[in-house]
């Protein structure tokens, strides 16, 4: 089922990020990620949405942009080596938000 709240929810785990006035680079760098594929995911969206009905094609291509959310921002984090507790809170947010 495609997830019309998916975006609104990401957007919340950004400014739940900004709310304590520090990005560290490695936040940063996840959400600017996050924010590249929440775009990819809506525009998609918008665009199986548009003829009024979700066929099973685009609900398997929405539900693979979904998963790639989690799996990019996961990679971004693990790209030094060194997952930092920021980085571990900040994937758990997303992967809450994705569930939800």
Same mark, same amino acid.
């Given at each position: &089922?495609? $997830?019309?709240?998916?975006? /609104?929810r990401l957007m919340s785990v950004v400014n739940a990020a900004k709310a304590d006035g520090? @990005?560290?680079? $490695?936040?940063?760098? @996840? +959400?600017?990620? +996050? *924010?590249m594929d929440?775009?990819?995911?809506? @525009?998609? =969206? !918008?665009d199986a %949405? *548009? $003829?009024g009905i979700i066929d099973s /094609?685009? %609900?398997? &291509?929405l539900d693979g942009l979904? !998963?790639? =959310?989690? *799996?990019?921002?996961?990679?971004v984090a693990e790209e030094d080596?060194? +997952?930092t507790q920021? !980085?571990?809170r900040l994937l758990i947010k997303i992967g809450k938000a994705l569930k939800s």
């Open positions: &089922m495609a $997830d019309e709240h998916l975006v /609104e520090e @990005i560290t680079p $490695d936040e940063y760098n @996840i +959400l600017k990620q +996050l *924010s929440a775009a990819e995911y809506a @525009i998609a =969206l !918008e %949405q *548009s $003829d /094609e685009e %609900q398997k &291509m979904k !998963e790639r =959310l989690l *799996s990019n921002a996961e990679r080596g060194v +997952l920021d !980085e571990v």
